[in-house]
């Protein structure tokens, strides 16, 4: 399960890659960024399909968009000067909280309902 989570991790970096280009391609007036958005998401669908062969739906997309949202949101202030408050902060730890509490191994489950 540990190559799912590996290919997961890369098609969470291809997106963001996508997602950036996407923003510094000036809605697709800049080439060389539009080809990076667009290939950055073909390469996140390859990439996610074969994760989602390996591991839980909930937990691949519940990993996914929490860690694209926090890593997105990190790039887009370091190499856009997006604002970051601290209301983000916050909002962006609960998702991460979320995102552990998620994948973390089930301990104890709910009981069945049985008709």
Known sequence: ???????LFL????ENIGTTSLKGSNGLTRPLLA????AGYS?????MSQALNRIPLAIAY????????????????????ESFNWKMA????????GVI?????ESTSLPRMVQ
């Open 1 to 7: 399960m540990w190559f799912g989570y590996l290919i």
């Open 11 to 14: 098609a969470i970096i291809s």
């Open 35 to 38: 080809v990076g958005a667009f």
């Open 43 to 47: 390469l996140n669908f390859l990439l």
């Open 62 to 81: 519940g990993i996914w968009s929490g860690l694209g949202m926090a890593i997105v949101s990190l790039l887009g202030v370091l190499i856009y000067k």
């Open 90 to 97: 916050i909002g962006l730890g609960l998702v991460l909280l």
């Open 101 to 105: 509490i998620m994948s973390s191994p």
